[in-house]
Each structure stands twice: as C-alpha cells, then as structure tokens.
C-alpha cells in the first residue's frame, strides 16, 4: 500500500460527458502528479501541483483541468469526453521539494476510465 | 524516437536470471529509476541510481549504468512468479524532476 488513495476505481460514461476523479496523497507529501496510462501512449505526465499550485504541466489537453484543494487533495477533471481519452488515470505523490533532481513517486491504485 | 525505450516483452524461467534493458537519449540524466508494476496496482519505485555511479545491488535486484551508451539494466536473480510484473524505467535530468518513463517491459516468469 503506497498510501495514496483514489476514487472511483472504475469509471464508465459516454462521450461527451464529464468526470471528476479524486487523489488523495501520502501524509506529508505536498505534490501531486497526474498521468495517464494506454497502451499506445504509455504513461504520460498530465500536471503537477505542489502546495495547492500548478506547478508543471505535460501533455494535458485543454478538455483536461485539475486542482490541489487545501488539505492537499487533488482533483482531475476531464469534460468532452472522446473514446480515445479511455485509459487508466494514475495519481502520484512525492515529498521532493526542491533541490534535486532525484523524485520518488508513490502511485495510486489508479482509476479506469471507460468512455462508449 | 522516444526519450526512454524498452522491449515490450520478456519471458523467463522461474529460478533463471531475468535482465531487462533500458536505453536513454538525454545524457544530462541524473537519476535513473525502475518501478515495477502489478496487476491492478499502481507503480511502486524498486531501485533507482544516480548517473555517477556504474552499478547499485539491491538483493536480488542488480542495477548497470552504462553511461557511454545510454543504457541501463535491471538484473533479477532466482527470478519467482512473483516477479511477473511490467517494469518501468524512467529517467530525471538535471533541471526537470519530472521522470519521463518508458512503455514498460512484460515480464512473465513461467514454471
């Protein structure tokens, strides 16, 4: 158990829907990392918080939005659903702060989106 | 091509050695990470190694750097069934802390 937790496990809509899944970090960990897990991107980096602030951004599309709340949950929410956004989502902490490169990510269970 | 490349498959005996392979584009790489990955399950960091160094033992686990080529392994011995997981290696470079990740390496470990 990394500590990190995420709701819902499984989540299935339709297109042009939108959703909202939910992080929860590692006590003490102050950034949150979103990516996105298919099989034909492979995991990919969506955004970054850190204390309740952006902090990096990767290949999140403009449909995509996410935010730090301040008892540091995250949420990602995802709007206009396509078929191809159908993946599974992971949440990642870390309590790197700054100074080095070096970045132990603990990930959540994730939750599996399917969009029909 | 992509910034860190693996194979997609790896098959093994149990009790055999398993190695699976790496290689990386940005020489300006500072640390060098595996995770591994089970069904259902999040990633979940097993070794990591700092570019400055050759090779890190962890175990079972043998980690080689091999800076020149911008290739790293990842050693398992008296591999188990247990081990049967998709590994990632994955990278952060000096002024990005954000680890770019390969597709993952299947490894099955058969009886």
């Known amino acids: 158990d990394s500590g990190v937790t995420q709701t819902p496990k499984h989540l299935i809509t339709a297109t042009g829907q939108r959703v909202t899944l939910r992080c929860s970090p590692r006590s003490g960990d102050l950034s949150v990392y979103w990516y996105q897990q298919s099989l034909d991107q492979g995991l990919q980096f969506l955004i970054q918080y850190y204390n309740g602030e952006e902090r990096a951004k990767g290949n999140i599309l403009e449909r995509f939005s996410a935010q730090q709340f301040p008892d540091l949950h995250s949420e990602l929410n995802l709007s206009s659903l396509e078929l191809g956004d159908s993946a599974l989502y992971f949440c990642?902490?870390?309590?790197?702060?700054?100074?080095?490169?070096?970045?132990?990510?603990?990930f959540g269970p994730g939750t599996r989106l399917t969009v029909l | 091509g992509e910034d860190v490349e693996q194979s997609l498959f790896l098959s093994v005996r149990e009790g055999d050695s398993s190695v699976i392979n790496c290689t990386y584009t940005d020489s300006s790489s500072t640390y060098l990470y595996w995770y591994k990955q089970e069904p259902g399950a999040g990633l979940q960091l097993l070794t990591y190694i700092f570019s400055n160094m050759d090779m890190k033992q962890d175990q079972r686990l043998t980690v080689l750097l091999n800076k020149k080529d911008k290739h790293l392994s990842l050693r398992i011995a008296d591999t188990q069934t247990g081990d049967s997981a998709i590994y990632f290696c994955?990278?952060?470079?000096?002024?990005?802390?954000?680890?770019?990740f390969g597709r993952g390496t299947s490894l099955i470990v058969h009886p």
């Open positions: 990642a902490s870390s309590p790197r702060t700054s100074g080095s490169d070096y970045n132990e990510q603990f």
């Open positions: 994955a990278e952060t470079k000096g002024g990005s802390y954000i680890p770019t």
